[in-house]
């Protein structure tokens, strides 16, 4: 079993900078890529960053150049820097983790992000 506690939302203008954390605990030596997902009211959930333990990185096209994603395993933690953000970006972004030995994704609780105009 993976637990994963996200953190890091927020109100922000158009142009504006936050950093999304991730602190994964319990049967972590079991996860094999992490990444970040986003789903808007009313919208299907779409992958926005993936990023693997050997810290090979995959981006959704709508991102690149904006976000960063990156893990720092001694923390257990798994980062998104949001950049130039854009109202288009509001949505709940969530956390995700794949398990190498039950191919399961867990999720975390989500954490708001919110792009005014």
């Known amino acids: 079993q993976v637990q994963l506690v996200e953190s890091g939302g927020g109100l922000v203008q158009a142009g504006g900078s936050l950093r999304l954390s991730c602190v994964a605990s319990?049967?972590?030596?079991?996860?094999?890529?992490m990444g970040w997902f986003r789903q808007a009211p009313g919208k299907q959930r779409e992958l926005v960053a993936t990023i693997t333990s050997g810290r090979s990185t995959n981006y959704a096209d709508s991102v690149k150049g904006r976000f960063t994603i990156s893990r720092d395993n001694a923390k257990n933690t798994v980062y998104l820097q949001v950049n130039s953000l854009k109202p288009d970006d509001t949505a709940v972004y969530y956390c995700?983790?794949?398990?190498?030995?039950?191919?399961?994704?867990?999720w975390g609780q989500g954490t708001q992000v919110t792009v005014s105009s």
């Open positions: 995700g983790a794949l398990s190498r030995y039950d191919s399961n994704w867990y």
């Open positions: 319990g049967s972590i030596f079991s996860i094999n890529l």
